[in-house]
T-cell receptor
Framework: GENVEQHPSTLSVQEGDSAVIKCTYS??????FPWYKQELGKRPQLIID?????GEKKDQRIAVTLNKTAKHFSLHITETQPEDSAVYFC????????????FGAGTRLFVKA | KAGVTQTPRYLIKTRGQQVTLSCSPI?????VSWYQQTPGQGLQFLFE???????NKGNFPGRFSGRQFSNSRSEMNVSTLELGDSALYLC???????????FGPGTRLTVL
């Protein structure tokens, strides 16, 4: 079945450094790729998304890149701050057999002050 | 606009019982998806509804079912509860099928 692999599962960086989270998807029909941030005890919230007709998108300190050929997409956070500490989920959405969104297993990011 | 709401927020049930969870999407949103979140498994897709039709179902047993009403509110039902069903159940709504999903606060189900 469809699958999204996410790496690493845990990432620890020093404040001010960059953080990169990588995801690979299996369903070639996927065409929408959102990233969610979930803080402890809270609901997931969208931080950035990218559609399959775009290779890169940036929003202030956050950027996402997509390589459709390799079925690979990545989240880049620059100048990390302690408040960036959370669990980040990538996801891939397709209409294969009906619409669904498959999530990666999550990356727990720690930003040390 | 009010956000996605879910009721109840917490539930404690015993094995063998059944449970119904409710999700009210953001006004105007027609798509509702359900996910099961557990510490080890992340967010697992349960179902997606659009305009009262189930568009897809995840790899869960038939004990898990759902429906969507004409006002876009959705319910999911789990029958014959098992210990492994203990999880946070999240619903998310979106305006249409390829728009941003907004999550509700979740219903935490504990099965004893």
């Amino acid at each position: 079945g469809e699958n999204v692999e996410q790496h690493p599962s845990t990432l620890s960086v020093q404040e001010g450094d960059s953080a990169v989270i990588k995801c690979t998807y299996s369903d070639s029909a996927s065409n929408y790729f959102p990233w969610y941030k979930q803080e402890l005890g809270k609901r997931p919230q969208l931080i950035i998304d990218i559609r399959s007709n775009v290779g890169e998108k940036k929003d202030q300190r956050i950027a996402v890149t997509l390589n459709k050929t390799a079925k690979h997409f990545s989240l880049h956070i620059t100048e990390t701050q302690p408040e960036d500490s959370a669990v980040y989920f990538c996801a891939a959405r397709s209409d294969t057999g009906g619409f669904k969104t498959i999530f990666g297993a999550g990356t727990r990011l720690f930003v040390k002050a | 606009k009010a956000g996605v709401t879910q009721t109840p927020r917490y539930l404690i049930k015993t094995r063998g019982q059944q449970v119904t969870l409710s999700c009210s999407p953001i006004s105007g949103h027609r798509s509702v998806s359900w996910y099961q979140q557990t510490p080890g498994q992340g967010l697992q897709f349960l179902f997606e509804y659009f305009s009262e039709t189930q568009r897809n179902k995840g790899n869960f047993p038939g004990r898990f079912s759902g429906r969507q009403f004409s006002n876009s509110r959705s319910e999911m039902n789990v029958s014959t509860l098992e210990l492994g069903d203990s999880a946070l159940y999240l619903c998310a709504s979106s305006l249409a099928l390829y728009n941003e999903q907004f999550f509700g606060p979740g219903t935490r189900l504990t099965v004893l």
